[in-house]
């Protein structure tokens, strides 16, 4: 869309003679420009063919472009615990944004791997929570899937997600992992875009979040325990593992996994207290968290006091 | 009982093929129970029809008999590489060094000959060096219930000299006046000197007009002669394959900007979407030439993972490699082609007004653009493998293969867990466990001291007898898994590998980290 150029510059004689005045003219000025830059912004990210309008635009434009995606306006997404779902908002989690998932960073010399494992598991257990139709987008570097591991299809069975409905992004540098995942939501047609990487710095995070809002698609991102936090995210998570519900049949064997979740960030609601912090056990049959119920207060204090400063 | 196609002839009544022709239809073919009968192809309908009145007739259809044909050619490729027809009813396939594939001549003309007989088809087959030899020994030798002669290699001559001389597909008046001669057969003609024959046919006159002059006819049959014998090279054209649909634009002004290459590739894309609209097929290889002035070329490859024929997905593919591309001092020509064919129906538009974008777009889209551009091994889905060792029960199959729906067979055992994430190779850990099948009580791991708190196990996978053949100094071991959690909660999936009290100089047995659990 062709603009004419704005005037920049404010008039040198002050039509009511006060400098007070002509401050407040160029403020004004200024802020109408900032607008005008945002909604360009927004408009060219939104794709050419459509006239975009800003995500913070009135309720009926965005009626109006979830009537044009139609058929994405599914079930809200939930965890299906209720006291974590009730911190979310009443829609439950945004499906148009980034959401960050961290392993929990744990003592010096502790392996991270198990922290990443609980992580990921959280993410995919999240991703069949979605109950969107489509495949799954898993981008990583390849050099970390050397230290975690690789995903393997009879272990997703186990947790109920069928293995041809991922498709696994294999890139070989953090800038690429970033390209393919804004692809996946530029595409439009996923559940769900899993990317694991290293740290998101400001710039791409925000492209990221503008691509997940103007093509509804939900993003997750999983990213180094010690990194900074992710700007211009939904919800921000940490994950880690926690001992397990006891075994229906074998007192000694490990039973359904729990995870020690806390939420630290929700755009959509504020939280009342700093963060909120849950266990939460993954239920096979209903494929939905659950809140683990009344965990023994010592193994709860003790992956308390190992998580150590955040 | 039904039949498959109501219009089919029947195979247990006399049938003869008719054509219209200038005096009449005329009989052209007619299967074996015509033939017996006494019904000829020549005949005039009429004729036929008070030979036998019950005569089924069917108007002969020469185009399908000949893409019938054309296809029965491409078909054979799988004998010979080069091969094409040999008049109406006949085709040639040049078998240099292919006979050993399948095992001798005579397997190969076995092979053919009952394969063509599977078809339905009625077969006389011939194998020469050279292909007129085939042909004669095809068309006049006397085959067996085999159906096919062989000429041993190098002895062509004695192969063919019992012939008749039409087997050389010589014209009737050479035929007519070599029969007149008394040269019956082609060993009569082999024997006879030269220059002998042009001398004979100018003392004889056949009395008809002839259309060239003695000399002219005896050097045709000395040349078929010496083609059928090898002494001469023959002139023979294979088959060529349909070339790729290509789309091509030159410039008159060499092109430099990047948006004036991208707007010719559109141009390109949209031309060749429309060619393979014409065939009803789909791309799935692309291959973009820029040909340079300075006579250099550039070649940009993509590939997708369905058949498409949409040209904007064509240049959404191809503008990232265009734009790699360094123009010189210009680009004058380009040329699109389609390398890789897949049939493709034409769908039908939507009938009210505009196209609508469908709201779920395709992931196919998608995954070709990443595949494209990261490398296609790196975008890929996981597959399962029929194999009970944990690794190599899944492969990676590339994204681009365009294989989605893999049937996944249900484990024997519902009831055995696996991790979700699985390290490739597994990591050695030092365990500390109870002796001989107990399970690991504290381990260490990348250097990290684990304690576990609970543990399940062992589940035994033992290895696949047959590497033991293979390697009989050091055969493969069972291997115990156990899924251990430790105090923090961490699960993992660890295996010992090796008995404790099997072998003593095995040496002990190694613990393994395999895969984590969430």
New interface residues.
């Given amino acids: 869309m062709v603009q004419a150029p704005v005037e920049l510059w404010v008039s040198s004689v002050p039509t009511s003679g006060l400098p007070q005045a002509a401050a407040a003219l160029r403020q004004q000025k200024l802020d109408s420009l900032r607008a005008r830059i945002r909604r360009i912004e927004l408009a060219a990210d939104a794709g050419g063919g459509r006239a975009g309008q800003a995500s913070h635009a009135g309720p009926e434009d965005e009626a109006a472009r979830s009537q044009?995606?139609?058929?994405?306006v599914g079930p809200p997404w939930r965890l299906g615990a209720d006291e974590v779902d009730a911190l979310l908002g009443p829609d439950g989690l945004e499906i148009g944004g980034v959401h960050e998932v961290k392993p929990a960073a744990g003592e010096l010399?502790?392996?991270w791997?198990?922290?990443w494992?609980?992580a990921?598991?959280?993410s995919?257990?999240l991703g069949i929570r979605r109950r969107a139709?489509?495949?799954i987008?898993c981008c990583r570097p390849?050099a970390l899937a050397s230290e975690?591991?690789?995903?393997?299809?009879?272990?997703?069975?186990?947790?109920d997600l069928?293995?041809?409905r991922?498709?696994?992004?294999?890139?070989?540098n953090a800038a690429?992992t970033l390209?393919?995942v804004e692809?996946?939501l530029r595409?439009?047609?996923?559940a769900l875009v899993l990317g694991v990487l290293d740290a998101v710095a400001l710039t791409p995070a925000r492209r990221l979040a503008l691509a997940a809002a103007a093509h509804r698609s939900p993003c997750l991102l999983l990213t180094h325990p010690r990194a900074e936090a992710t700007a211009a995210t939904a919800t921000r998570w940490r994950v880690?593992?926690?001992?397990?519900a006891p075994?229906p049949l074998?007192e000694?064997?490990?039973g359904a996994?729990?995870?020690?979740v806390d939420l630290e960030r929700c755009r959509a609601q504020p939280l009342s207290a700093a963060t909120a912090s849950f266990s939460l056990e993954?239920c096979d049959e209903a494929l939905c968290f659950r809140l683990a119920p009344g965990m023994a207060d010592r193994a709860d204090a003790?992956?308390r006091s190992?998580r150590g400063a955040r | 009982m039904r039949r498959a196609d109501p219009d089919a002839a029947p195979d247990d009544r006399p049938l003869a093929l008719v054509e219209a022709g200038p005096h009449g239809i005329v009989v052209v073919a007619v299967n074996l129970l015509a033939r017996a009968e006494s019904i000829r192809p020549g005949q005039s309908l009429s004729d036929a029809r008070a030979i036998f009145p019950g005569l089924l007739t069917r108007k002969i259809e020469r185009d399908k008999d000949q893409a019938a044909l054309v296809a029965l050619i491409r078909w054979s490729g799988r004998y010979g590489p080069a091969r094409n027809s040999d008049g109406d009813k006949g085709l040639w396939i040049d078998v240099t060094g292919v006979p050993h594939l399948f095992g001798g001549e005579h397997r190969l003309m076995g092979d053919l000959a009952g394969r063509l007989r599977a078809f339905g088809l009625t077969v006389r087959a011939g194998l020469a060096d050279t292909t007129l030899a085939a042909a004669a020994l095809a068309r006049f030798a006397p085959v067996g219930k085999e159906g096919f002669a062989i000429a041993p290699a190098g002895r062509m001559q004695d192969a063919l000299a019992g012939l008749p001389v039409e087997a050389l597909g010589l014209e009737d008046d050479a035929v007519l006046l070599l029969k007149r001669l008394g040269l019956r057969h082609i060993g009569q003609l082999c024997d006879l000197p030269r220059a002998a024959l042009a001398r004979r046919f100018r003392e004889l006159r056949t009395g008809r007009r002839r259309t060239r002059s003695p000399a002219g006819l005896a050097g045709a049959v000395l040349a078929r002669l010496d083609a059928a014998l090898g002494r001469a090279p023959e002139a023979r054209r294979a088959l060529a394959e349909a070339p790729p649909p290509l789309a091509r634009r030159i410039f008159s002004e060499p092109l430099i900007s990047s948006e004036g290459i991208e707007s010719a590739v559109a141009e390109l894309a949209a031309d060749l979407s429309r060619m393979l609209g014409q065939t009803a097929d789909g791309a799935r290889r692309l291959r973009l030439c820029l040909y340079r002035v300075d006579g250099t070329v550039a070649e940009a490859r993509a590939g997708t993972s369905r058949s498409c024929r949409e040209p904007r997905h064509f240049l959404q593919l191809l503008a990232p490699k265009v734009s790699a591309v360094d123009a010189g001092f210009g680009i004058d020509a380009l040329t699109l082609a389609a390398t890789s064919l897949e049939p493709l129906d034409p769908e039908q538009a939507a009938l009210g007004g505009g196209l609508e974008q469908d709201a779920r777009a395709d992931p196919a889209i998608l995954i070709d653009r990443l595949a494209n551009r990261l490398g296609a091994e790196r975008v890929f889905r996981l597959a399962p493998y029929g194999s009970h060792i944990p690794e190599r029960a899944e492969v990676h199959v590339p994204a681009l293969s365009g294989k989605e729906r893999f049937k996944v067979s249900p484990s024997p055992l519902g009831f055995t867990l696996r991790p979700p994430l699985l390290f490739a190779p597994p990591e050695p850990i030092t365990v500390l466990a109870e002796v001989p099948e107990g399970p690991p009580a504290r381990f260490t791991w990348r250097r990290v001291s684990h304690t576990v708190a609970r543990a399940e196990g062992p589940e035994r996978i033992e290895p696949e007898w047959w590497r033991a053949l293979g390697n009989p100094a050091k055969p493969p071991c069972p291997r115990d898994y156990y899924r251990i959690e430790d105090d923090r909660g961490a699960r993992y999936w660890v295996f010992r590998e090796g008995l404790y009290d099997r072998d003593p100089e095995a040496g002990p047995p190694v613990w393994y980290m395999h895969g984590l659990f969430g």
């Avoid at chain 1, 044009?68 to 994405?72: I, N, V």
């Avoid at chain 1, 996994?257 to 020690?260: A, I, L, N, S, V």
């Fill in positions: 044009r995606l139609a058929g994405r010399g502790a392996s791997a198990a922290a494992a609980a990921l598991v959280f995919l257990a139709p489509g495949p987008l390849a975690l591991g690789g995903l393997y299809g009879p272990g997703l069975c186990t947790l069928a293995p041809d991922l498709v696994i992004v294999e890139a070989a690429d390209w393919a692809e996946g595409s439009g047609s996923l880690g593992p926690a001992p397990s075994h074998d000694q064997a490990p996994p729990r995870f020690m993954w003790a992956c190992g």
